[in-house]
């Protein structure tokens, strides 16, 4: 962990979503292995880890490539976007995520989700937890008409067009990102971003440089490190 003296106060939050705020990526790998394996093959954690945070285009584009898959990149997103579906309709939280919105929220702290996930995908995801989404200035999809594709996570383009859609927009430096993947992470350091990073235990060491903090749980967050206020009453209210 970071001194504490290298913390610097934010004054805006961009959170990932799968991951991060969704537990969704033991879903992507059950998903992706479930197409790559009538094929002879099987999706590593090590080109997950290459891969994680990547728009799905350029994911599906590479994946097809390494493992050598008798399918377009285009058929094969079609086939994982059928099979991600049937199995992310009732996704659950991340832990802590849903008490550190909330409060968040109560003290107004402005604060938005910058994936790389399209919006369809998102919107189904987010379904069971729509009462929080109130909560959330705005979310930033991979599809965005916005982002140029083919610049998603490592590159800070997300990042940079979710700060920019608060009112007013914040300098990048008042923005903390809480991310889980290692492109997600250097996609948050190029944008100028304090990121705390909040990784499976399997991400080595070595992908884990740069983050300003890395924690196990969203629940181990410290706001007060950054300037946030700390949890020292119950939220005021609860949504939905
Ligand atoms: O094992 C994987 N997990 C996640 C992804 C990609 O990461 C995106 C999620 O991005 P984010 O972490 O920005 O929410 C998914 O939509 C998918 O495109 C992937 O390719 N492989």
Redesign the pocket.
Known sequence: MAAKSSYKPVTHIIF?????VMD??NI??DA?NEIVEPFGKS?TYEM?LR??????L???QK?VTELQLPLSPEKYLKIFDAVVLRRIQNVKLMPGVKDFILHMHDHRIPMAI?????RA?FDVKSTPHRSLLPALHHVVC?NDPELQPGRG?PLPD?FLLAASRFHPAPEPSKCLVF???PN?LRAGIAAGMQVVLIPDPRVPAQLRRGATQVLDSMADFKPQLFGLPHYDTCSKFEFG
């Open positions: 990932d979503s799968d991951g991060t969704t990526e992507y790998t992706i999706y997950k891969y994680m945070g990547m728009p799905a350029q994911s599906a994946l910058a994936t790389s996930s399209v995908a991979g996570k997300i991310e889980d993947s997600g």
